[in-house]
C-alpha cells in the first residue's frame, strides 16, 4: 500500500508520539526512519523529568530507567545550587523503541532504512519521496530534526537559532557523585551556553558542553581537564555533536496537510536545551490533531491549526525560557555567582523551565544590579 493518511517523517521523541497518536485514532500511519534502527541517532545527554514517562505512556521499567537523579547546578566559582526533585537518566533507544512498539500496536506501519528526499505537492495530497520508493498522504508530519528535509521541501526558511553541542561519552571515570547530574555555567566554562556531566553509572558519563560564538569541542577538552580526579584517566568511548535549537518555535509550524513538530520546529527548553519531554508532546498533540483532521475530511491549515491550542502550554514555556536566556546570557560570571547565592532549587527550575518566571523576577527587584539585567527583562 503507497498511500497512507499520515506519513510521519523520523523516528525520533517526536515522530514515534506522532505515529502513535495518529495510529490510536484509527488513521493509517507509516513512520519512515533514515537510520537502520529506531533508537536516539543522535547525541543526547537522555536526562528527563519523570512526568516525560507519564505524558509518554512509557513505564519506568529498570529497562528505560538506568537511574534516579537530582541535579546540581554549579556556579562560574563553583557555588552549587542542589535541586532535590528527582529526574531520570533514561536509555534514550529504549524508550523511543517502546513508544515505537505503541505505535505499532495501534497499526502504524514502520520503515527504517528509508531517507525522505523530499515533499511535493500533488493536488490536495502530498507525495513523500524517499531513496525506496514514493507515498501519498493526507498529512505528512515532519519530525525529521533539526536539519528537517520537510522543513525545507515545505519552503520554510526560518530556522530557530541553534547552538552547537559536543558530547564525549565517557567510560573508566572515577565519579564522585553518580546519584546527581551536574551543570556547569560560566562563561570562561561555556559561553553562552553550559556544560554538564551526566552519569550512567559510577564509571561511565556523559560529558558534554554546548557554546556560542566558540568552538566547543575546545571548550570541552578544557572542561574534562579541569575535572581529572574524576575523568583523568576516563577514555572517549563515544564522540559526536549535533546542533540544538534553542532559539524558540517557529512562528509557523502548519501548512495544508503538514506540520513540523520536535527540533525542526524548535520545540526544545531554550535556556536548558531539553526537548525529549516537549518533543513528545509535541508528538502526540500532532499525531491526534492529524488523525481528527483526516477523519474530518479537511486537512487544510486551519484545520491543522488546532495544533497550536493543543500544544500552547508548552509554546508558551519554551516562549518564557526564551525570554530567561536572553537575560540570563548577558550576565558576568560575578552576576552568575550572585545568583547562585540567591537562588533556591525551585527558582531556578522556573526561570530554565519557562514556568513562573514572574516570581522569579520579583524576588530579584529589590537587587540593586540583578533588578536591572534581569528582574525587568523576566516581567
Ligand atoms: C548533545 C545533546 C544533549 C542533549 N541532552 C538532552 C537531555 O539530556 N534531555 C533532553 O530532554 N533533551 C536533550 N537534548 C535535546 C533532545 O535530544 C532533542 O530535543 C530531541 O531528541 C528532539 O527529538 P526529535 O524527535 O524532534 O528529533 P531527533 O531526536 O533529532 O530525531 C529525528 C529523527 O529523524 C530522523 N531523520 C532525519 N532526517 C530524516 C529523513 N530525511 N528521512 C527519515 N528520517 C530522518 C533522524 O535519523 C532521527 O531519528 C540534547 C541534544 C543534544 C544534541
Not at 528527563?48 to 507519564?54: F, M, Q, R
Not at 496537510?257 to 502526540?284: F, K
Not at 492529524?290 to 509554546?315: C, H, I, M
Request: proline fraction near 4%.
Amino acid at each position: 500500500m503507497n498511500e497512507y493518511d499520515v506519513v510521519v517523517v523520523g523516528g525520533g521523541p517526536a515522530g514515534v508520539s506522532a505515529a502513535k497518536a495518529a495510529a490510536m485514532n484509527n488513521v493509517s500511519v507509516l513512520l519512515l526512519e533514515k537510520h537502520p534502527t529506531i533508537m536516539a541517532n543522535k547525541p543526547c545527554g537522555e536526562a528527563c523529568s519523570k512526568e516525560t514517562l507519564v505524558t509518554a505512556g512509557v513505564k519506568p521499567s529498570p529497562r528505560i530507567v538506568m537511574h534516579e537523579a537530582y541535579a546540581l547546578v554549579y556556579s562560574p566559582s563553583m557555588i552549587e545550587v542542589k535541586i532535590p526533585q528527582i529526574g531520570y537518566n533514561i536509555n534514550k533507544s529504549f524508550f523511543i523503541q517502546e513508544i515505537a512498539a505503541q505505535a505499532a500496536e495501534y497499526g502504524a506501519d514502520i520503515h527504517v532504512r528509508e531517507e525522505v528526499t523530499g515533499v511535493v505537492r500533488e493536488n490536495s495530497k502530498l507525495l513523500v519521496k524517499t531513496n525506496r520508493d514514493t507515498y501519498k498522504a493526507k498529512v505528512v508530519i515532519g519530525a525529521d530534526g533539526y536539519n528537517s528535509t520537510v522543513a525545507r521541501s515545505l519552503g520554510v526558511t526560518e530556522r530557530p537559532e541553534p547552538i552547537p553541542t559536543v558530547q564525549y561519552i565517557m567510560a573508566n571515570c572515577r565519579l564522585k557523585n553518580s546519584d546527581a547530574v551536574r551543570f556547569y555555567l560560566g562563561n570562561k566554562i561555556a559561553p553562552g551556553g553550559y556544560a554538564w556531566i551526566f552519569p550512567r553509572t559510577e564509571k561511565l558519563a556523559e560529558v558534554g558542553i554546548g557554546v556560542r560564538g566558540a568552538v566547543a569541542k575546545d571548550y570541552l577538552d578544557a572542561f574534562v581537564k579541569l575535572f581529572s580526579d574524576e575523568l583523568g584517566n576516563a577514555k572517549i568511548i563515544d564522540y559526536r555533536g549535533a546542533p540544538v535549537p534553542i532559539g524558540g518555535a517557529v512562528s509557523e509550524s502548519v501548512f495544508d496537510g503538514a506540520m513540523l513538530i520536535g527540533d525542526a520546529a524548535g520545540h526544545v527548553i531554550p535556556l536548558t536545551g531539553a526537548g525529549i519531554h516537549s518533543s513528545v508532546s509535541a508528538g502526540l498533540a500532532a499525531g491526534k490533531v492529524a488523525a481528527n483532521a483526516v477523519q474530518e475530511g479537511d486537512t487544510s491549515k486551519r484545520r491543522l491549526s488546532e495544533f497550536y491550542k493543543l500544544y500552547e502550554p508548552w509554546l508558551n514555556r519554551i516562549k518564557k525560557s526564551l525570554r530567561a536566556m536572553r537575560a540570563v546570557e548577558k550576565l558576568t560570571d560575578e552576576e552568575l555567582d550572585t545568583l547562585a547565592k540567591i537562588f533556591q532549587a525551585d527558582d531556578i527550575l522556573d526561570l530554565a523551565n519557562g514556568m513562573d518566571i514572574g516570581r522569579v523576577a520579583k524576588k530579584l527587584l529589590s537587587h540593586p544590579v540583578l533588578a536591572v539585567k534581569l528582574a525587568r527583562q523576566l516581567l
